[in-house]
């Protein structure tokens, strides 16, 4: 199925077709005029040496009308090969889509809305025959029967033209024109942007970079700018601002040569509370006693860290290199 971007933003086109294989572009005077165009030509010419195959209105209330403003646009820098010219369909439409496509001049018969319509475009030998699915169920009609009603007579009569699945409103829409066979769907950037995204796709995605770095990356690439030291001789009600400065549940405690006394966390203070009531707020650091605190080497896999945060419960590791306190490595540190 050939996919098209339904556009006129300059932005919106330069971005999709980044993608690399786009089939072209269709765009409309209302999206011209939504996007407040005022030199049509110039922005025709623009797009089409942006995109590989442009369809563009070609408007006139007589078929000689269509054909001459077809020609003129080609006349005026448009290349037969690359370009396709829009017509609604009406008896003058038709007609003059048969006299363009005997000149090798390729049409697309759009805002169709009946099987009837599509079948005089295809007996013209329109290149494309275009029912608008999404205004068609803002009427309340069933739309995808027509579409599916269009392929069907493509492919039991042999035309040569292609139904192009068009007014899309939401990522379903290309689901229904798949399931419906189309030959073309052609979507507005907002919707295309959407379709491959999923949930599911998401949080597995998410989780192989998560665990990729685990494997890869050591602790003291995820450190934080910041190595939260204090001085043991530091007040306890001082050392709890600091844990809020540094951003940790917990400070390393240094001694007076610098070297590393233990850890003080959030969960020491609570339990300090619990047992000392307000004295804990007289006390300082050095009045407390310290076990080994749990830690991981600088060096080590970020995957070490993970399996000694899930063996031990506790939500920040001191990080040393060489036996010294470089930081702290809080467990989400492993997220980011």
Not at 144 to 152: R, Y
Not at 267 to 292: C, P
Request: a negative charge; proline letters at 3%; glycine letters at 8%.
């Amino acid at each position: 199925m050939e996919l098209y971007l339904d556009s006129a933003n300059i932005n919106e086109i330069e971005e999709a077709f980044k993608l690399g294989f786009l089939t072209g572009l269709t765009t409309t005077p209302t999206f011209m005029h939504r996007d407040g165009v005022t030199d049509i030509d110039g922005l025709i010419l623009k797009l089409a040496d942006m995109v590989p195959i442009l369809q563009v209105e070609a408007l006139g209330q007589t078929a000689e009308e269509i054909v001459a403003e077809a020609h003129r646009q080609l006349e005026m820098g448009l290349k037969k090969e690359t370009s396709v010219f829009k017509i609604p369909v009406s008896l003058e439409g038709v007609k003059a889509c048969k006299i363009l496509t005997d000149q090798d001049i390729m049409v697309n018969v759009h805002l169709v809305y009946t099987l009837q319509q599509a079948y005089m475009a295809m007996e013209a030998g329109a290149t494309y025959v275009c029912p608008l699915v999404g205004r068609l169920q803002d009427q309340g009609h069933d739309a995808l029967e027509l579409v599916s009603q269009c392929v069907e007579a493509v492919n039991y009569y042999g035309y040569d033209t292609k139904i192009m699945f068009s007014s899309v409103r939401y990522p379903e829409h290309i689901r229904n024109a798949l399931n419906a066979g189309v030959h073309v769907c052609t979507v507005p950037w907002k919707v295309m942007t959407q379709l491959t995204e999923n949930n599911f796709t998401t949080v597995g995605t998410d989780q192989f970079f998560e665990h990729t770095k685990l494997m890869t990356n050591n602790v003291k690439s995820a450190l934080r700018d910041v190595n939260p030291t204090v001085s043991e001789t530091l007040p306890i009600p001082d050392a709890i601002f600091k844990m809020t400065e540094y951003g940790f549940g917990s400070i390393t405690v240094l001694d007076a040569a610098g070297n590393l006394k233990g850890v003080f966390t959030d969960g020491d203070l609570r339990r300090l509370i619990g047992s000392k009531g307000d004295a804990v707020m007289n006390m300082k650091l050095s009045d407390l006693e310290y076990g080994k605190p749990k830690s991981v080497d600088s060096g080590a896999l970020l995957n070490v860290a993970n399996d000694i945060f899930k063996s031990t419960q506790v939500d920040t590791l001191l990080v040393l290199e060489n036996g010294k306190p470089i930081g702290m490595l809080d467990i989400q540190d492993l997220a980011k």
